[in-house]
């Protein structure tokens, strides 16, 4: 029962568990334990934007080394080559060729095994 | 695999239309209840049925005490267990026909659970075709 109750109280809690759909327990349901676990909740979320991209990046990076070794190429040489001669292709895009388009990531493999052996005959 | 299923369709397509069901066993029961409607048809429709689909072999059997069923097997190997239990005559005689008209493939849905505005041109990466690094 509410004692003289504003209507912003209903309002403002509303807006907290809007936030706290779908937890489990008390949280979801109980406005003390609701604004912790709301807040906790948003700093993972933001926490979570910039991890992100740092495993989506990873995971390219671990695909496409694995693509690369197939064609007996390190990553560290293929994507070295890969800058050296220009090519513009991202990981994400590499990595999505190793899967999709198997025969043009042995291109771009082969392109980069050359530039390498290029680069060291020109060295001597 | 849906194109191994479609195989057994497209039989159909390219020659003449062959019944893919190979045996029909009938099994009833002389006392119980549940076995009237097969019971009916087997004193009256199914000699019909024999005559008018020579291709299909029909037993009948008697199982005491149990419920009702029709168990049909195809050419494909499969068989299906049908439960005519409490069924009319009429019911009975669409079962046997629509297993008459039935092929053995197992019922799946073929839907695909993905979709792609540009499928793999030069086909998915999978590990038994990766090619061998020639010098």
């Known amino acids: ?124 | 695999m849906a194109s191994t299923r479609l195989t057994v369709l497209t039989q159909f397509v390219k020659g003449r239309y062959i019944c893919q069901l190979q045996r029909l066993t009938l099994q009833y029961c002389s006392k119980g209840g549940s076995s009237r409607g097969l019971r009916e048809y087997v004193n009256g429709e199914v000699v019909g049925f024999a005559k008018k689909n020579p291709q299909v072999v029909i037993y009948v059997r008697p199982r005491p005490y149990r419920h009702p069923r029709i168990v049909a097997e195809f050419l494909n190997g499969k068989s299906k267990v049908v439960s005519i239990k409490n069924l009319s005559q009429a019911e009975v005689r669409n079962k046997v026909e629509q297993l008459r008209d039935a092929s053995g493939i197992t019922r799946r849905k073929m839907k695909k659970w993905w979709h792609t505005d540009s499928p793999s041109i030069q086909g998915l990466w999978n590990p038994f075709d990766s090619l061998p690094y020639k010098n």
């Open chain 1, 1 to 124: 029962k509410m004692r003289g109750g504003t209507v912003d109280r209903s309002i403002r809690r509303a807006k907290i568990f809007a936030l706290t759909k779908g937890f489990r327990g008390r949280p979801k349901n109980c406005y003390s334990l609701a604004i912790r676990a709301a807040h906790k909740a948003l700093q993972h979320a933001y926490r979570g934007r910039k991890l992100k991209k740092r495993d989506m990046r990873s995971l390219w990076i671990t695909r496409i080394s694995n693509a690369a070794q197939e064609q007996n190429l390190p990553y560290s040489k293929f994507v070295h080559n890969m800058a050296r001669l220009e090519i513009q292709l991202n990981r994400k895009i590499l990595s999505e060729l190793a899967i999709y388009e198997p025969r043009s990531f042995q291109a771009l493999a082969d392109l980069a095994r050359k530039r390498q052996k290029d680069g060291l005959l020109s060295a001597l």
